[in-house]
């Protein structure tokens, strides 16, 4: 059984950016910028894949952030910090590196999806860097 001592849990400024960024991102593409619809044949195009995948990478981003809230070792949360970052590498490759897109840049997925993808892949690289910068400086003066 888990037991939690509510006094040594820190939850810092980063740790509640990176969750209501992680939420937006998870909402914005269950609803708003989610990949092309559904082709006359019911069948789907390979950019539902790639929302398929972007999806999971943000519920992984998201359990990496709860989980880090919980932690109170520095050097343990600059690790998860440093998963975040590679997750979030990952989930800018995906539309169109790793997973191709439609051919036409009116279509959703490259309207919609892709470039919310990289912007918010480049907002949880940035808030890694810093939140281990953070930690790095914070653990050089106590020592």
Same mark, same amino acid.
């Given at each position: 059984?888990? &037991?939690?001592?509510? +006094?040594?849990? /820190? %939850?810092?400024?980063?740790?509640?950016?990176?969750?209501?960024?992680?939420?937006?991102? &998870? $909402?914005?593409?269950?609803?708003?910028?989610?990949?092309? *619809?559904? !082709?006359?044949?019911?069948?789907?195009?390979?950019?539902? +894949?790639? +929302?398929?995948?972007? /999806?999971? @990478?943000?519920? %992984?981003?998201?359990?990496?952030?709860?989980?880090? @809230?919980? &932690?109170?070792?520095?050097?343990? !949360?600059? *690790? $998860?910090?440093? *998963?975040? &970052?590679?997750?979030?590498?990952?989930?800018?490759?995906?539309?169109?590196?790793? $997973?191709?897109?439609?051919?036409?840049?009116?279509?959703?997925?490259?309207?919609?999806?892709?470039?919310?993808?990289?912007?918010? *892949?480049?907002?949880?690289?940035?808030?890694?860097?810093?939140?281990?910068?953070?930690?790095?400086?914070?653990?050089?003066?106590?020592?």
């Amino acid at each position: 059984m888990l &037991i939690i001592n509510k +006094e040594k849990i /820190k %939850i810092s400024l980063f740790d509640i950016l990176q969750f209501v960024v992680s939420i937006f991102l &998870i $909402v914005g593409i269950n609803f708003w910028f989610h990949a092309c *619809g559904m !082709k006359p044949d019911n069948t789907y195009m390979n950019c539902h +894949e790639a +929302e398929m995948i972007i /999806k999971v @990478t943000s519920y %992984i981003i998201l359990a990496s952030v709860l989980i880090k @809230t919980l &932690i109170r070792n520095s050097i343990f !949360k600059a *690790g $998860v910090s440093v *998963g975040i &970052i590679s997750i979030s590498f990952l989930m800018i490759l995906i539309p169109k590196v790793l $997973v191709s897109l439609c051919m036409y840049d009116s279509m959703a997925c490259n309207k919609y999806m892709r470039p919310y993808t990289i912007v918010f *892949g480049i907002v949880f690289i940035v808030l890694s860097c810093v939140e281990i910068l953070f930690i790095f400086l914070k653990t050089r003066k106590t020592r």
